[in-house]
């Protein structure tokens, strides 16, 4: 019922900055609580950052001041502004939607290197 596409992916230097976007179609989007996920060759997939349906926001340790989820219902779009970018914030970023069930994007690459 719910289809994600992660776009603003790309190659970053340390210290800069990125602003991933998921826009997700459908009629109830506002419903769904929305998270990023990341995934780095040979390791698990792990929670970034995530927002409610009411706009309350987690973020893991690792991107805590650093990363900043929000999300325009309007727009059917949820966001993940990335700064001070780091080389160990190079993975692959998932969007999530969950509400009764989950959903995954496709990803979307972000390589921080100099």
């Known amino acids: 019922q719910v289809q994600l596409v992660e776009s603003g992916g790309g190659l970053v230097q340390p210290g800069g900055s990125l602003r991933l976007a998921c826009a997700a179609s459908g009629s109830i989007f506002s419903r769904y609580a929305m998270g990023w996920y990341r995934q780095a060759p040979g390791k698990q997939r792990v929670l970034v950052a995530r927002i409610s349906n009411i706009g309350i926001t987690n973020y893991a340790d690792s991107v805590k001041g650093r990363f900043t989820i929000s999300r325009d ?34 990803g979307t690459q972000v390589t921080v290197s100099s």
Request: proline share 3%; hydrophobic share 30%.
């Open 73 to 106: 219902n309007a727009k059917n779009t949820v966001y993940l502004q990335m700064n001070s970018l780091k080389p160990e914030d190079t993975a692959v970023y998932y969007c999530n939607a969950r509400y009764t069930t989950n959903f995954w994007g496709q």
